[in-house]
Every structure is written in C-alpha cells, then in structure tokens.
C-alpha cells in the first residue's frame, strides 16, 4: 500500500529555519516525482514544485524561487522541505504528494500544518 | 504561467441533482487536467486525472471531459458525501497550477 506519512505541527518564530518530512512507502521511491503543496488558512492549493528522488531534479515554481529547498533521502525514502529563514506569511499547511505518470498526484501526505509567529 | 480558471466559486445544489464545474486553461494544455476534492482539514483526494479518467475506487457517478482549454466535472447524482471543495490542476507544464476551486454544498 503506497502511504506518504509527513512530520508533525510545528511551531517557529520569524527568522527561523525549518525542515519537513515525507516518509514514502510502498512503492519504488525513486520512479515518480514527489510534488509540495501550500494551503494558506482558508484559501486554496498551491502548487510549490516537484523532486524526482534519487536524480534530485528540481522544478520550482517562480513563486517560492529561492524561498525554499526540495531534497531527498533515497536511503530513507523520505523527500524534504527546507526553509531558512521562516516569515509570518509562511504560516500554511504543506502537503506533499506522489506524481503519477501525467501528472497527477494520486497519493498524499496528510500534511504539516506550520505557524509562523512571534 | 499557465492561468486556471474555475466557475463557480461556490455552488449550492440538493441530493439527487446534477451538477457541473467547469475549469479553463489560459492556455492549451491537451489533456493534462486532474480534478480533485477535498474536504475541510483533509489531504485532497484525486477523483480525475487526464481530463476523464476515474481514479480507482472514485464512484462513477464523477465525471471528467474536454480537451485544450476547456474541461468540466460533473457528479451525476450529488450525494451529501459529495459537499467539498473542488480543484482543478493542470499537469502539462511546471508551475502546474490549480484553479481557485469550486465548494459545493
């Protein structure tokens, strides 16, 4: 069974760094691209960008350009996401998410909620 | 970046009716258009992807069709299961946007 388990809440102050989780299983961590996704309190998905594990090829979207870092762990079959120096307006839940093969992203993790807050 | 653009943005409708959201590319995107739902406090849940094609274990009375720009979903029969929010994605060229969603009660 193909699961996406991600890391729990989390709690930062501005300025600070931060990285998430996704632990995947039940599949070939390598073959499919791994997808993030923001949710902002009460407003709608955001498409982040995408990691294929193991080549560690990037897309990111011109929106979180240089906000961010994707990164994976083969050995852990784990996928990260980075942030070193946290703002208020990051304050979102991040999902992640497996890439079929047009596209779509048919398994999810059940996401990190992350509070940014002095 | 290719623009998604959904209507409604809200819906009410009662059991039994059915029901259509339509979703338009800024551009052309051939097939590559996934529907999706999610429900309050949860991980979206894919129901359509390639413009038409049902997800395993999504009840059929949901629907995808088009092709180029233009793409609707339709749930044949709404059941109260089916109150959600509803978003569409294209999938042919990073950033891989989503519309704005459609919330269905």
């Known amino acids: 069974e193909v699961q996406l388990v991600q890391s729990g809440a989390e709690v930062k102050k501005p300025g600070e760094s931060l990285k998430i989780s996704c632990k995947a299983s039940?599949?070939?961590?390598?073959?499919?691209?791994i997808a993030w996704v923001r949710q902002m309190p009460g407003k709608g998905l955001e498409w982040m960008g995408i990691i294929l594990p193991g080549k560690s090829d990037t897309r990111v979207s011109p929106s979180f350009q240089g906000q961010v870092t994707f990164s994976a762990d083969t050995s852990l079959t784990t996928a990260y996401l980075q942030w070193n120096s946290l703002k208020a307006s990051d304050t979102a839940t991040y999902f992640c998410?497996?890439?079929?093969?047009?596209?779509?992203?048919?398994?999810w993790g059940q996401g990190t909620l992350i509070i940014v807050s002095s | 970046d290719i623009q998604m653009t959904q209507s409604p943005s809200s819906l009410s409708a009662s059991v039994g009716d059915r029901v259509t959201i339509t979703c338009r590319a800024s551009q052309t995107i051939s097939n590559y258009l996934n529907w999706y739902q999610q429900k309050p406090g949860k991980a979206p849940k894919l129901l359509i992807y390639a413009a038409f094609n049902l997800q395993g274990g999504v009840p059929s009375r949901f629907s995808g069709g088009g092709s180029g720009t233009n793409f609707t979903l339709t749930i044949s029969s709404l059941q109260p299961e089916d109150s959600a929010t509803y978003y569409c994605?294209?999938?042919?060229?990073?950033?891989?946007?989503f519309g704005q969603g459609t919330k269905v009660e």
């Open positions: 998410a497996r890439q079929a093969t047009r596209g779509e992203s048919d398994y």
């Open positions: 994605q294209q999938s042919h060229t990073p950033p891989q946007t």
């Open positions: 039940g599949y070939s961590f390598t073959s499919n691209w």
